[in-house]
């Protein structure tokens, strides 16, 4: 336990700070997850629609440095692989 008060303080930010990556990373990987079900249904528009989605949450979550950049650059890569791939 932290005896001082700045020590308190730094604990609470820290623990703030952790909410907010968990919720970058809780919803780009939904935003994924709704890619990858839409190209397994075979559905293009959906797809696309949920891809851009995707990468705006990916591209967030980067801005906020929950991911490295090289991390993002991959995750779009290859969700648009997916997505083009299907007929």
């Known amino acids: 336990m932290a005896n001082m008060k ?5 604990i609470k930010v820290i623990a703030k700070e952790k909410e907010n990556n ?5 919803s780009m990987r939904t935003a ?10 075979k559905d293009k528009s959906k797809a ?3 891809l851009k989605i ?3 949450k990916i591209d967030k979550a ?9 991390t993002a650059a991959r995750d779009k890569s290859r969700l648009a692989k997916k997505v083009n791939a299907m007929e």
Not at 32 to 41: G, L, Q, S, T
Request: charged share 30%; proline share 0%.
């Open 22 to 26: 968990n919720n970058y990373k809780t």
């Open 32 to 41: 994924i997850k709704n890619v990858v079900k839409a190209v397994d249904a």
């Open 6 to 10: 700045n020590a308190e303080k730094k």
């Open 62 to 70: 980067k801005s906020a440095n929950v991911l490295k950049s090289n």
């Open 48 to 50: 696309n629609d949920n």
């Open 54 to 56: 995707a990468i705006k």
